[in-house]
């Protein structure tokens, strides 16, 4: 949901980003997040390595939370939403 990860929370000096994955649903944005994790900010001497440094380490944590999902709905398990979904 919302802007790529990364950008905003670097400029407000954050610790870290915080992924999700969430349901698809036929309205943009509404569905319910089902995963999420917590990656740390990877701090870089500018701006822009900073954010290549951390999307390089996030790109790991997103491929577990989907690898995660899969293995969920494999096991006729569906995830649960975390959280509803907010207004648009």
Sequence with gaps: RGLPPG???????????????????????AGG??????????????????????????SVEIARLVAEGVSMWSRGVPPEPVSPPGPL
């Design 7 to 29: 950008v905003w929370e670097i400029l407000d000096r954050r610790e870290a980003i915080m992924l999700t994955l969430h349901r698809v649903t036929p309205q943009i944005d």
């Design 33 to 58: 997040v089902v995963l999420q994790r917590e990656v740390p900010i990877v701090w870089g001497p500018t701006l822009a390595e900073t954010i290549q440094r951390t999307r390089r380490a996030a």
